[in-house]
């Protein structure tokens, strides 16, 4: 499938939509507004690529909303060639919106087929990230630390395994509740044994799965 001019018409269309939802950060919108997100879907869904909705991505997941990934991401305050850790990989839509802001993505999904799906995909597209089979939970220890890291599912507690692998003046962007809705945190590290933690209004994600339970 390629991306058309009416592809382009609808992206800007919800570039539009999520700068009047309140994201002003103007390299964020052009990273959206770069990524074929009719892409990442599931044909069922292609017509819907551009509405400002999660859709199912197979394995019992979804690709996040545009709101959300524009949200997250504008949380993250990101500067050009940082290196970034993502839990969650999913579709890799959020992926490729961090690659458009010229960072070193290294992004981890506990479900195998997922995994090994977007580990295709992605580069297939012209994104380059580093794919990791695993648990989020744990972080990527051998690549820390991280200027910035996003969850990008429900998280039932902050992880300090996590906050660990952070740089100091490092930010981390985690949606934080066992529930249907989650709060968005931001956590700024601001020595090695202080944080500064805000939040920033509710989100639904998908739960967070450890080590316990079975994802795949
Ligand atoms: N960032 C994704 C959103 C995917 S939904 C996107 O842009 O499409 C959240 C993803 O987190 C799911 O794919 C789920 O399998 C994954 N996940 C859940 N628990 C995890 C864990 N402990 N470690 C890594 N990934 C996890």
Same mark, same amino acid.
């Given at each position: 499938m390629k991306d058309t001019f009416l592809h382009k018409g609808l992206r800007n269309k919800l570039v539009e939509h999520l700068s009047e939802k309140g994201i002003n950060n103007t390299d964020v919108l052009d990273a959206i507004n770069n990524?074929?997100?009719? !892409?990442?879907? /599931?044909n069922a869904f292609v017509n819907f690529a551009y509405q400002d909705k999660a859709f199912p991505i197979g394995s019992g997941q979804t690709i996040s909303q545009p709101y959300t990934v524009a949200f997250q991401t504008q949380l993250l305050d990101i500067k050009p060639y940082q290196k970034i850790l993502e839990i969650g990989t999913g579709s890799g839509y959020q992926a490729a919106v961090l690659n458009e802001l010229n960072t070193h993505v290294y992004t981890i999904e506990r479900q195998k087929d997922l995994f090994k799906k977007t580990k295709g995909f992605l580069p297939s597209i012209g994104y380059q990230c580093n794919f990791f089979y695993g /648990? %989020?939970?744990? %972080? !990527?220890e051998k690549f820390a630390p991280f200027d910035r890291i996003i969850i990008t599912c429900g998280a039932p507690q902050i992880p300090q395994s996590l906050i660990d692998q952070l740089k100091i003046g490092g930010r981390m962007v985690a949606p934080i509740g066992d529930g249907d809705i989650q709060i968005m945190h931001l956590i700024e590290k601001i020595s090695e044994t202080e944080t500064k933690i805000t939040t920033h209004g509710e989100f639904s994600f998908v739960p967070m799965l450890n080590d316990k339970q079975n994802g795949n």
């Open positions: 990524v074929p997100r009719h !892409l990442f879907m /599931d /648990d %989020g939970y744990k %972080g !990527l």
